[in-house]
């Protein structure tokens, strides 16, 4: 298993990297509504939906990608522009995580109806493919700097956890994770914050305006970075519930080692509609 991981790993994550820095930004669209797609796919796994109903949940998840991506492409769609299907899917998932899915978890609720989920499932992916490509438009390293996060926050929480872990977080939701491992990924992605913002000082002004933009935030930025530790940890616990739900062990099998799509980007789906979110309500507070 082991290896069948590293294997993966190294073959995802040369393309993830040429994606994400050598793509233009439509071509990243086109790349991350792969992703969207797969990551629905799953979704419908979890919220166990069968024949007909999968079918169309995939079909109504196609159209509204479509949507999307034509807005993105041509600045509005139907009269609606991409600024405010941003602010809309943005707004509608800072209050899914922040107020519903604390309630959720710590009620336990088992999953509604498939197709209850299924919208569920929407508030989950949409927002974080708006934050993909809004995010990866602002830059490239901005989209990183934010993503990167989850990265440090599941790491420190994995290394704290396993040689201090004593108390488990939430047993009945995920019984490996401890109250240690949440304490050590919120110090961790503290030190990471420091040692970016160190590094970042060192980056050429003229040519790194997004660096400009981060660094002018001051301790705004630290405070994001410290809400968004928090709401990498409940992502990871809401995904691992509703497979807990469903029975399953992965999202898929479609990343060898690894599960599905979901397993990769559930801390994603919680922090980086966030990040959006903050990005554009700092850029509102400038004008």
């Known amino acids: 298993m082991l290896k069948t991981r590293i294997i993966t790993a190294l ?5 993830l990297l040429v994606a994400l820095f050598a793509l233009p930004n439509l071509v990243w ?3 991350t509504l792969g992703i969207v797609l797969a990551a629905t796919w799953e979704w419908s796994r979890l919220s166990q939906m069968t024949g007909a109903g999968a ?3 995939q079909l109504l998840t196609a159209l509204a990608a479509a949507a999307v991506l034509l ?3 041509n600045g509005s ?3 609606i522009a991409f600024e405010q299907f941003k602010w809309v899917g943005f707004s509608l998932a800072a209050i899914f995580w922040l107020l519903v899915v604390p309630v959720w978890l710590g009620r336990t609720w088992k999953s509604p109806s498939p197709a209850l989920t299924g919208v569920v499932g929407w ?3 949409f927002p974080t493919w708006l934050a993909f ?6 830059g490239p390293w901005v989209l990183l700097t934010f993503a990167a996060i989850v990265w440090v926050a599941d790491i420190a929480a994995y290394f704290v956890g396993r040689r201090f872990g004593t108390r488990k977080l939430a047993p009945a939701i995920s019984p490996g994770k401890t109250v240690q491992g949440a304490m050590g990924a919120i110090a961790g992605v503290a030190l990471y914050f420091f040692l970016w913002r160190y590094l970042s000082s060192f980056a050429p002004v003229e040519a790194n305006g997004w660096v400009r933009e981060l660094l002018s935030h001051g301790w705004m930025l630290f405070a994001a970075f410290f809400v968004l530790s928090f709401f990498s940890i409940l992502g990871d616990l809401f995904e691992s519930w ?3 739900c469903a029975g399953m062990k992965d999202s898929s099998n479609l990343l060898p080692g690894h599960g599905g799509i979901l397993d990769r980007i559930d801390a994603l789906t919680s922090t980086l509609p966030l990040a959006g979110l903050y990005m554009m309500l700092m850029a509102a507070s400038k004008t």
């Open 242 to 244: 509703m497979k807990r």
């Open 71 to 73: 807005a993105y492409v």
């Open 29 to 31: 669209a086109l790349f």
């Open 11 to 15: 073959v995802i994550l040369p393309i």
């Open 133 to 138: 490509l809004s995010l990866h438009d602002l």
């Open 55 to 57: 079918i169309g949940y």
């Open 77 to 79: 769609v139907g009269g």
């Open 123 to 125: 508030l989950v992916i």
